[in-house]
């Protein structure tokens, strides 16, 4: 586990609506400075949402609670302001950009933009400098390589947190290793991470982790053992039904 | 140096420094070299208002400039079969703050030959200048030709603009054009490109303009695919905002067996601008097939909101998305 020093994202009583429905229904979050955080859940639960809310994307304003980050509350901050503080977020799926080439894209987030360090961030992720660096981030990359090059960026800009919003979607399992290996890379340079998934073989790469259900944090701890309880209830739960019909969370 | 060289570079000294080394310099404002011009073994043609300041030919190109009294005339052609190291310079510009260039041009380019010209048309002092460029492109069988025309008017917004070219491409011919206005004001601008693509030929028409202010943009782009199994797409990038309009108009015709035509349209609109585009597709022929997309609005938000959630602020991150799309 990396060096941890405090709790550096602290997310208190969360909610949020959109298009008149509780998305997030109370979210309690304390990520650990230094360390790797996965947030585990399954499609619907609320993990994008909960990753666009605190990187403030529009639509995404919560009706309650804060979000303070390396001790600066940033709840009414735009997405600039937090990328400022050191916050940035990697899409599931990464927009496409016309005419910009990787170089480029990747120098945007740097503060100091430097070719040696953009050129250790597309080897990080088993892209080879030569042959991308003057490729474009639009159509012509495929799922796989422009997902790589948004993890790439994230790595490159060196953020306090990098939230990673399923960073394994598209990719070939191969790859997995690649994904994990920067990650951990990531949090030995001094970025802490904050991994959401649906798959718990993902959640292997963290130091803690954190079950997400219907739009509130049910448990925090141990990857191992939040692993066993998504594998054991959540995966044969039909949760949305059985809340539909009145039952309790606590069935989890 | 061989003679004919000795009496160009003697004819470059004999100009008034001042007319040259102005147009140099806007040149280079443009985007282009000035060391390609005054190269030897860089063809290139340099025009200030109605004056040929420079002629440099290359075994293979004939060019005849004729002064008009409000422009020049040009007659360039390639011969069959040749090729290049490097690409054709070309450098039309008016320094003064007002004045009309016209400038006709005649480009035959030879079966089989290969080609690349890059233009720079400059007005850096424009106040009230109007530019027209009438074109007339013979491509032959078998020829390619690549066409790239970069413009810089200055910051006043006093240029018309007026570039329109009929084009043939004969068989198995390739004519590529692209044609960018995004450094400075554009002012007016009606562009208007017509080509006409015989069999197994490909035409690609490129447009892409930045309008501001109150400047006013018109793009028309007509491919008609005359020829089985011809090829062509008509493409247009076009980003207006404060007062700006934009007016796009992308047509493409399947007129034989086989042609395969698109056009590809995007417009980014901001502030108080105004955007049209009309893609027309026209098939006449029923194994012949013609595509078109156009999307006019604002920048994405996906692309948006992943710039600042690098750290820049909305304006930067704009700019950037227009700039790559306008290829910057």
């Given at each position: 586990?990396?060096?941890?020093?405090?709790?550096?994202?602290?997310?208190?009583?969360?909610?949020?609506?959109?298009?008149?429905?509780?998305?997030?229904?109370?979210?309690?979050?304390?990520?650990?400075?230094?360390?790797?955080?996965?947030?585990?859940?399954?499609?619907?639960?609320?993990?994008?949402?909960?990753?666009?809310?605190?990187?403030?994307?529009?639509?995404?304003?919560?009706?309650?609670?804060?979000?303070?980050?390396?001790?600066?509350?940033?709840?009414?901050?735009?997405?600039?302001?937090?990328?400022?503080?050191?916050?940035?977020?990697?899409?599931?799926?990464?927009?496409?950009?016309?005419?910009?080439?990787?170089?480029?894209?990747?120098?945007?987030?740097?503060?100091?933009?430097?070719?040696?360090?953009?050129?250790?961030?597309?080897?990080?992720?088993?892209?080879?400098?030569?042959?991308?660096?003057?490729?474009?981030?639009?159509?012509?990359?495929?799922?796989?390589?422009?997902?790589?090059?948004?993890?790439?960026?994230?790595?490159?800009?060196?953020?306090?947190?990098?939230?990673?919003?399923?960073?394994?979607?598209?990719?070939?399992?191969?790859?997995?290793?690649?994904?994990?290996?920067?990650?951990?890379?990531?949090?030995?340079?001094?970025?802490?991470?904050?991994?959401?998934?649906?798959?718990?073989?993902?959640?292997?790469?963290?130091?803690?982790?954190?079950?997400?259900?219907?739009?509130?944090?049910?448990?925090?701890?141990?990857?191992?053992?939040?692993?066993?309880?998504?594998?054991?209830?959540?995966?044969?739960?039909?949760?949305?039904?059985?809340?539909?019909?009145?039952?309790?969370?606590?069935?989890? | 140096?061989?003679?004919?060289?000795?009496?160009?570079?003697?004819?470059?000294?004999?100009?008034?420094a001042s007319d040259f080394e102005a147009i140099l310099r806007a040149y280079e404002r443009s985007g282009g070299n000035p060391d390609?011009?005054?190269?030897?073994?860089?063809?290139?043609?340099i025009i200030s208002g109605n004056k040929v300041l420079g002629v440099n030919r290359l075994p293979g190109i004939s060019a005849e400039?004729?002064?008009?009294?409000?422009?020049?005339?040009?007659?360039?052609?390639?011969?069959?079969?040749?090729?290049?190291?490097?690409?054709?310079?070309?450098?039309?510009?008016?320094?003064?703050?007002?004045?009309?260039?016209?400038?006709?041009?005649?480009?035959?380019?030879?079966?089989?030959?290969?080609?690349?010209?890059?233009?720079?048309?400059?007005?850096?002092?424009?106040?009230?200048?109007?530019?027209?460029?009438?074109?007339?492109?013979?491509?032959?069988?078998?020829?390619?030709?690549?066409?790239?025309?970069?413009?810089?008017?200055?910051?006043?917004?006093?240029?018309?603009?007026?570039?329109?070219?009929?084009?043939?491409?004969?068989?198995?011919?390739?004519?590529?054009?692209?044609?960018?206005?995004?450094?400075?004001?554009?002012?007016?601008?009606?562009?208007?490109?017509?080509?006409?693509?015989?069999?197994?030929?490909?035409?690609?028409?490129?447009?892409?303009?930045?309008?501001?202010?109150?400047?006013?943009?018109?793009?028309?782009?007509?491919?008609?695919?005359?020829?089985?199994?011809?090829?062509?797409?008509?493409?247009?990038?076009?980003?207006?905002?404060?007062?700006?309009?934009?007016?796009?108009?992308?047509?493409?015709?399947?007129?034989?067996?086989?042609?395969?035509?698109?056009?590809?349209?995007?417009?980014?609109?901001?502030?108080?601008?105004?955007?049209?585009?009309?893609?027309?597709?026209?098939?006449?022929?029923?194994?012949?097939?013609?595509?078109h997309e156009a999307a006019i609005g604002t920048v994405g938000k996906k692309e948006l909101e992943t710039l600042m959630a690098r750290?820049?602020?909305?304006?930067?991150?704009?700019?950037?998305?227009?700039?790559?799309?306008?290829?910057?």
């Open positions: 586990m990396a060096e941890q020093n405090g709790i550096l994202l602290e997310v208190q009583d969360l909610h949020l609506t959109r298009e008149d429905r509780e998305i997030l229904r109370g979210v309690d979050l304390q990520v650990a400075r230094g360390s790797v955080h996965a947030v585990l859940g399954l499609n619907g639960s609320g993990k994008s949402t909960l990753a666009y809310t605190l990187m403030g994307c529009g639509g995404y304003t919560p009706d309650a609670g804060t979000i303070v980050l390396d001790g600066v509350e940033i709840t009414r901050l735009g997405i600039t302001e937090r990328a400022k503080q050191g916050l940035t977020l990697a899409w599931q799926e990464p927009a496409r950009f016309e005419g910009l080439t990787v170089a480029r894209y990747l120098s945007l987030g740097m503060k100091w933009p430097d070719m040696a360090r953009i050129r250790q961030a597309l080897e990080a992720v088993a892209l080879n400098p030569a042959t991308y660096l003057g490729r474009y981030v639009d159509e012509s990359l495929s799922g796989g390589e422009r997902k790589r090059v948004e993890l790439a960026s994230i790595y490159a800009m060196q953020a306090k947190l990098a939230i990673l919003d399923e960073p394994d979607s598209g990719i070939d399992a191969l790859s997995l290793d690649d994904i994990a290996r920067l990650i951990h890379q990531m949090a030995e340079e001094g970025t802490t991470v904050l991994l959401i998934s649906h798959r718990d073989e993902v959640v292997a790469i963290a130091d803690a982790a954190s079950l997400i259900c219907e739009g509130r944090i049910l448990d925090t701890g141990d990857p191992a053992r939040i692993c066993n309880r998504y594998t054991g209830c959540c995966r044969p739960c039909e949760h949305t039904e059985l809340v539909e019909e009145g039952v309790a969370y606590e069935r989890l | 140096m061989s003679a004919s060289k000795a009496a160009l570079h003697a004819a470059r000294q004999a100009q008034p390609f011009l005054k190269s030897s073994k860089i063809a290139s043609l400039a004729e002064a008009l009294p409000d422009g020049v005339k040009i007659a360039l052609a390639i011969a069959p079969g040749a090729r290049f190291e490097n690409p054709i310079h070309l450098c039309f510009g008016v320094i003064p703050a007002e004045g009309v260039q016209r400038i006709l041009v005649d480009f035959e380019i030879g079966a089989g030959a290969e080609v690349e010209f890059m233009a720079h048309c400059t007005f850096p002092n424009a106040m009230k200048v109007q530019h027209i460029m009438e074109g007339k492109i013979h491509i032959g069988p078998g020829a390619t030709m690549r066409y790239k025309e970069t413009h810089y008017h200055g910051e006043s917004g006093g240029v018309e603009v007026l570039p329109r070219a009929q084009v043939t491409v004969d068989e198995g011919g390739k004519y590529f054009t692209e044609f960018n206005l995004s450094k400075g004001r554009v002012g007016r601008m009606e562009f208007d490109y017509v080509v006409d693509v015989s069999a197994h030929g490909l035409a690609e028409l490129t447009a892409k303009a930045l309008g501001y202010e109150d400047d006013e943009i018109v793009v028309r782009e007509t491919i008609r695919l005359n020829g089985e199994y011809a090829r062509g797409m008509a493409k247009s990038r076009i980003a207006v905002r404060d007062r700006a309009r934009s007016e796009v108009y992308g047509t493409t015709e399947g007129n034989a067996p086989f042609a395969r035509g698109h056009v590809d349209c995007i417009e980014i609109v901001r502030g108080r601008a105004i955007a049209n585009a009309v893609p027309v597709v026209k098939v006449t022929d029923d194994r012949a097939m013609v595509t750290g820049l602020d909305e304006e930067a991150a704009v700019d950037v998305i227009v700039r790559g799309m306008l290829g910057e």
